[in-house]
């Protein structure tokens, strides 16, 4: 059984920065693609982020040039560093292991609130 542990959420004011975590088990991060998906109230989850075995990423337009994901194969962890943060982006997010067209694997999520 993977697990999915992501880290990092919390309470910032708008402008701010946040650096979420997810730490996999086993070497799964190092084999497959990764994601980043947020879910905000009354919402459809969607991708925010993702990142190749090999470190290529791609991003939603509506966070690009803001939001910059990476892996760390040693730690077998991948990390979302959120930047200039708007209340937009207020969300639950998503650690994901992606295989083909879907989702092998998801995180339990953590809750980034971005409000004055």
């Known amino acids: ?3 999915l542990v992501e880290s990092g959420g919390g ?3 708008p402008g701010g920065s946040l650096r ?9 991060s190092r084999i497959y693609a990764m994601g980043w998906y947020r879910q905000a ?3 459809q989850r969607e991708l925010v982020a993702t990142i190749t ?3 290529n990423t791609n991003y939603a ?9 990476s892996r760390d194969n040693a730690k077998n962890t991948v990390y979302l560093q959120m930047n200039s943060l708007k209340p937009e982006d207020t969300a639950v997010y998503y650690c ?3 295989a083909g067209a879907g ?4 995180g339990q999520g953590t809750q980034v609130t971005v409000s004055s």
Do not use: E, H, N
């Not at 337009?61 to 803001?66: I, L, M, P, T, W």
């Open 103 to 106: 989702v092998l694997y998801w």
């Open 53 to 55: 075995s090999g470190g």
């Open 11 to 13: 309470l910032v004011q």
């Open 1 to 3: 059984q993977v697990q």
């Open 61 to 69: 337009d509506s966070v690009k040039g803001r939001f910059t994901m």
């Open 20 to 28: 979420l975590s997810c730490a996999a088990s086993g070497s799964i």
């Open 41 to 43: 109230p009354g919402k």
């Open 96 to 98: 994901a292991v992606i």
